[in-house]
């Protein structure tokens, strides 16, 4: 079996992924982290009711490492008011915008319009190339932007995204400003696909981040480990035939 490429001389970056303020924070303390990611989803399930005050106290514990935050609107422009009021919030604030509406309309001519401002943009919610293209030819090469190719929901459908990923980056070879985020990881070994298929950044929750620790374990001790959790976990549990 071949050795496990060590964490620090990955070339993809991580992102951490969540809407846990104090989890955010505590994370900047890892080298490993080198941006962060949050949506509306994960914001609901934190309990986050007051988006300005929770954005602004995160970018006060994170520093000068990149963050996006998600536009929330269904009409274009509110998203694009909401936008430039995301925006406004630091230098280091990405704005996500979804790939379409809910009726599926492109949000290309807003993403073009927000980017020729020069504005950061982070493009979401994307699953196939043609959506990639579409995004690449808004977002152009001058504004940082990023493409969130939802890599793990590609998978859900039992299709493999690792090919879907590295067209992706080789159609992104040409527009230096944007970077290709592996987004919605299902296990750690996606930052090892990731990396494979030359991806710049991917995503990962806090319990994904929490595994890196296991990354390159010896596997002889790591199934002792596991016998061992069994035989305790049974004593614990007091069980009796």
């Given amino acids: 079996?071949?050795?496990?490429?060590?964490?620090?001389?990955?070339?993809?970056k991580i992102f951490a992924d969540g809407a846990d303020q104090k989890t955010m924070v505590d994370l900047c303390?890892?080298?490993?982290?080198?941006?962060?990611?949050?949506?509306?989803?994960?914001?609901?399930?934190?309990?986050?009711?007051?988006?300005?005050?929770f954005a602004r106290s995160v970018l006060l514990g994170i520093g000068n490492r990149p963050i996006s935050f998600e536009v929330f609107s269904d009409d274009a422009a509110e998203m694009e008011r909401q936008a430039r009021t995301i925006a406004s919030w630091g230098e280091n604030v990405y704005v996500?915008?979804?790939?379409?509406?809910?009726?599926?309309?492109?949000?290309?001519?807003?993403?073009?319009?927000?980017?020729g401002d020069g504005m950061k943009?982070?493009?979401?919610a994307l699953m196939t190339l043609a959506q990639v293209e579409q995004a690449r030819d808004a977002l152009g090469?001058?504004?940082?932007?990023?493409?969130?190719?939802f890599a793990g929901r590609i998978a859900d459908t039992g299709v493999d995204p690792v090919p879907i990923v590295s067209q992706a980056v080789s159609m992104l070879a040409d527009h230096?400003?944007?970077?290709?985020?592996?987004?919605?990881?299902?296990?750690?070994?996606?930052?090892f696909h990731a990396e494979s298929a030359g991806c710049h950044v991917i995503t990962m929750t806090q319990e994904l981040i929490k595994k890196l620790a296991v990354v390159g374990k010896d596997l002889d001790a790591y199934s002792l480990e596991t016998v061992k959790m069994?035989?305790?976990?049974?004593?614990?549990?007091?069980?009796?035939?």
């Fill in 1 to 12: 079996m071949s050795a496990v490429k060590p964490l620090e001389d990955l070339h993809v």
């Fill in 29 to 53: 303390a890892n080298p490993l982290i080198r941006g962060f990611t949050t949506n509306p989803t994960m914001m609901r399930m934190a309990g986050v009711a007051d988006y300005e005050a």
């Fill in 96 to 115: 996500k915008i979804p790939v379409t509406d809910t009726a599926g309309n492109s949000t290309g001519t807003l993403v073009r319009k927000l980017a």
């Fill in 121 to 124: 943009l982070n493009v979401t």
């Fill in 141 to 149: 090469t001058a504004a940082p932007a990023y493409i969130s190719l």
């Fill in 176 to 191: 230096k400003n944007i970077e290709l985020i592996w987004a919605s990881p299902r296990e750690l070994l996606n930052l």
């Fill in 230 to 241: 069994f035989y305790e976990d049974g004593a614990r549990a007091k069980l009796a035939l």
